[in-house]
């Protein structure tokens, strides 16, 4: 079992993903993220990566297979990591806090990042389809869509925070200040 599972939660653009790959190149976290198996699915199904069709997957498993499915898989897999740093990126629903939470040495934690900031960096980074070509609106109508709504409530009950509107050397400054407060050894 793992002595420290992170689970960031924040809005899309924030460095969930900046912060994960951080934690496995410095520490050898295992990561973990939500979007992966939607990815996977997508992929295999030979359909775009956007996020609209991965909020319609999402929307639709989890109304098959129960709103707690992907919070579930990812548990499992936690646990049955062998490193002792995991991570888990991706969180948004208060389901996937009381599915994870249980878990031993788990924190959750919010990153915090000014809405201009996150819109210049998600059109930079191209993660998804149709990003780079995405106006400040459509941007913001996203934050509505059903998988994002709930997110700010979230992260409202994340017991560790960070900001996150600088650059990437003071992003790393905050995450090693975030592991000595946890007090996590590697």
């Known amino acids: 079992m793992p002595s ?12 969930k993903g900046t912060i994960a790959k951080y934690l496995k190149d410095m520490y050898g976290a295992t990561t973990f ?14 359909l775009e990566e956007s996020r609209d069709n991965m909020i319609k997957l999402s929307e639709t498993l989890r109304h ?9 898989v990812i548990a499992e897999d936690a646990r049955e990591a062998s490193t002792n740093l995991v991570v888990i990126e991706g969180i948004r629903r208060h389901m996937d806090i009381a599915t994870l939470s249980p878990l031993p040495n788990f ?10 900031v996150r819109f210049g960096r998600l059109k930079n980074r191209g993660q998804n389809s149709g990003e780079a070509e995405m106006t400040k609106e459509q941007f913001l109508a996203e934050g509505q869509r059903s998988t994002e709504i709930t997110i700010p409530t979230v992260m409202a009950e994340a017991s560790e925070h960070l ?9 790393k400054i905050e995450i090693e200040a975030l592991l000595k407060r946890l007090q996590y050894k590697a």
Not at 4 to 15: E, M, S
Not at 107 to 116: E, G, K, Y
């Open 4 to 15: 420290l599972i992170l689970g960031f939660v924040g809005q899309a653009g924030c460095g």
């Open 33 to 46: 993220s939500f979007s992966t198996s939607m990815r996977d699915v997508l992929h295999r199904l030979h």
């Open 64 to 72: 098959t297979f129960g709103e707690d499915l992907f919070s579930r």
């Open 107 to 116: 924190v959750l934690v919010s990153i915090d990042v000014d809405p201009d």
């Open 163 to 171: 900001k996150n509107d600088g650059s990437l050397e003071d992003l």
